[in-house]
């Protein structure tokens, strides 16, 4: 079902390929994220991506999972025919929970004056119980409530349910959350049926290395297809994403080398290519429809703000390397117009744009894998594109 084609010399970068029952997925590969059963700004058949995310939370917490079941499950209720996966609803924990407390994200970017509201979800050993946004009401979510409904809801590859922690919590707490995680593991593998889908286990521990090895090698024993690398790093910015390179460099060698990696929640370009540097397989994040929605494009020159007035004026088109259907039809000046004027098409362009250089970002990648070229790519990436942040190991990759 995953099958490693080639692997880098100067890395741990590697080509595969996995197989369901719906499709090939090539990696290293990036998953569109879908999350109510759309992409925001684009259609499905319009995106050449090998498989989308949907998210499990937002088909649960209104029943929507029980009329998808009835027509079939998500393939033919959204209409398609490419493989999906779906989250365990680990997510919203923290981002209905202490993230939307404190007002941060995974990947943080400050731990001073953090702003405390109230939280929406309680968590115990046996499982969440969510706030509905619906009629207020609790919900509760358990590991065997999550694969249940992944399980109706028919996503080709799911997850299993986990806690994902938030970048301010205490090692004590991670440590406590760590051990609810296995447990939860061990409970999703009991419930799951097997048909016709393939389950990830979630590697957890936050910035804490004895935490994330531990998970790593209990997860790893366990009979996942795969793995998917999850939780906080960090407590601030610049340590946070230079966290995301050393808890990979934690994990990646613990974890069963036949098997698929996944690093939940990162999209940046060149966080993608530290983590494909570092043995990542696949990847998923809303960064190319949510920077569209607020004007951002991904370019080979880095992210560019296209309702700055500057563009107004400009002919060229936003990517000169991009061969995208945007690219090749419209002047940074249109789409420039159109998003200050709030235009709902100039969106829809920038999602097309976006998704699309991502994608094709990925399949570069692989490209240069497959010819032995990986480094020169990553070398020439660092020289175009400066980051925007401290990299203690920037390129630790490329001279270790």
């Not at 369901?20 to 319009?46: E, H, M, N, Q, W």
């Not at 209720?77 to 939307?100: A, E």
């Not at 593998?189 to 097997?194: L, P, Q, V």
């Not at 389950?199 to 793995?227: C, H, K, N």
Request: glycine share 8%.
């Amino acid at each position: 079902m995953f099958r490693v084609i080639k692997k880098d010399n100067f890395s741990q970068a590697r080509l595969g390929i996995i197989k369901t029952s719906r499709g090939k997925i090539k990696t290293p590969g990036f998953v569109p994220v879908a999350t109510k059963g759309a992409l925001k700004g684009a259609s499905f058949k319009d995106v050449k991506a090998d498989i989308f995310m949907v998210n499990t939370y937002h088909f649960f917490h209104n029943s929507r999972y029980k009329e998808v079941h009835s027509f079939g499950g998500l393939h033919k209720f959204l209409g398609i025919k490419y493989p999906i996966m779906t989250d365990s609803g680990g997510f919203q924990v923290f981002s209905l929970g202490s993230g939307w407390q404190t007002k941060t994200g995974k990947v943080a970017k400050k731990k001073d004056n953090l702003v405390k509201t109230k939280s929406n979800v309680k968590i115990n050993d046996d499982g969440v119980l969510f706030k509905s946004p619906v009629n207020g009401d609790w919900l509760e979510m358990t590991p065997e409530i999550s694969i249940k409904v992944q399980e109706k809801l028919g996503a080709d590859i799911i997850f299993s349910f986990d806690e994902c922690t938030s970048p301010f919590d205490s090692y004590e707490y991670h440590k406590e959350s760590l051990n609810r995680t296995n447990n939860w593991s061990l409970r999703s593998i009991k419930s799951f049926k097997k048909k016709n889908q393939l389950m990830m286990g979630i590697v957890q521990g936050g910035r804490y290395q004895d935490l994330r090895q531990e998970s790593a090698l209990f997860t790893s024993s366990l009979p996942f297809f795969g793995f998917g690398i999850g939780g906080s790093f960090g407590e601030s910015f610049g340590d946070s994403k230079d966290g995301v390179n050393q808890v990979l460099d934690w994990v990646v060698p613990l974890l069963d080398k036949s098997k698929p990696r996944h690093l939940l929640g990162i999209g940046e370009p060149d966080d993608i290519i530290q983590a494909v540097a570092r043995g990542v397989d696949l990847f998923d994040c809303v960064i190319p429809t949510r920077w569209a929605r607020h004007g951002t494009a991904l370019t080979s020159k880095g992210r560019v703000n296209l309702k700055a007035s500057s563009f107004l004026k400009s002919k060229k088109r936003i990517d000169d390397k991009c061969s995208c259907f945007v690219c090749q039809n419209y002047s940074s000046a249109y789409l420039c117009h159109l998003l200050r004027e709030k235009e709902i098409y100039g969106i829809m362009l920038l999602t097309h744009h976006n998704l699309f250089w991502i994608l094709d970002f990925m399949e570069k990648i692989r490209e240069s894998i497959k010819k032995g070229t990986f480094k020169a790519f990553c070398e020439k990436r660092s020289r175009i594109q400066g980051s925007g942040y401290s990299r203690k190991n920037r390129d630790s990759f490329l001279t270790s």
